[in-house]
């Protein structure tokens, strides 16, 4: 399984970045790809096409979403790291994201992370989708380690 951060390079100097702590603690489970409008990475645009990769995508968001069940045919997830603002801009901007199939998190509780505004309720931060998707997946110690280090990270405020 491997988890790709599509991230804007704004993002990738922010202290308040959790994609950074994922990277970092998951075991090489999770990658960072740096998003570019006019030139996509290649291996991302095959996994698409090749039906070999799933785009989780925020929730409340309009699109067309594959069931629950069918993301644990995938085991390629994209999630766009960065702003709720950033990520909605990387999506519209990216035709081929919109040409991946969509999984959308449902969850019963509410982001717990405190270190930026404007979160949406109901959305989740980067490495709070990244835990969801390895329990999903059955990555239950990688799932809980990250959730140490994110408690730790986000008590800083």
Same mark, same amino acid.
């Given at each position: 399984m491997k988890i790709y951060l599509l991230a804007h390079e704004r993002e990738l100097h922010r202290a308040t970045n959790t994609?950074? $702590?994922a990277i970092g603690n998951s075991n090489n489970l999770v990658e960072r790809i740096l998003w570019q409008r006019v030139n996509p990475n =290649? *291996? $991302?645009t095959r996994l698409i096409e090749n039906n070999e990769a799933v785009l989780l995508y925020s929730k409340g968001e309009s699109c067309s979403a594959v069931s629950s069940a069918e993301i644990e045919a995938y085991e390629n997830i994209i /999630? /766009? *790291?960065g702003t709720w603002q950033e990520s909605k801009k990387i999506f519209n901007q990216s035709p081929y994201l919109k040409m991946a199939p969509h999984f959308t998190l449902k969850t019963e509780n509410d982001s717990?992370? =405190?270190l930026r505004a404007n979160q949406p309720k109901g959305g989740l931060c980067t490495i709070e989708? /990244? /835990?969801e998707v390895l329990k999903m997946k059955g990555q239950y110690k990688i799932a809980t380690e990250l959730l140490a280090k994110f408690e730790q990270f986000n008590s800083y405020t």
């Amino acid at each position: 399984m491997k988890i790709y951060l599509l991230a804007h390079e704004r993002e990738l100097h922010r202290a308040t970045n959790t994609g950074s $702590l994922a990277i970092g603690n998951s075991n090489n489970l999770v990658e960072r790809i740096l998003w570019q409008r006019v030139n996509p990475n =290649k *291996d $991302l645009t095959r996994l698409i096409e090749n039906n070999e990769a799933v785009l989780l995508y925020s929730k409340g968001e309009s699109c067309s979403a594959v069931s629950s069940a069918e993301i644990e045919a995938y085991e390629n997830i994209i /999630i /766009i *790291d960065g702003t709720w603002q950033e990520s909605k801009k990387i999506f519209n901007q990216s035709p081929y994201l919109k040409m991946a199939p969509h999984f959308t998190l449902k969850t019963e509780n509410d982001s717990l992370y =405190k270190l930026r505004a404007n979160q949406p309720k109901g959305g989740l931060c980067t490495i709070e989708c /990244i /835990i969801e998707v390895l329990k999903m997946k059955g990555q239950y110690k990688i799932a809980t380690e990250l959730l140490a280090k994110f408690e730790q990270f986000n008590s800083y405020t």
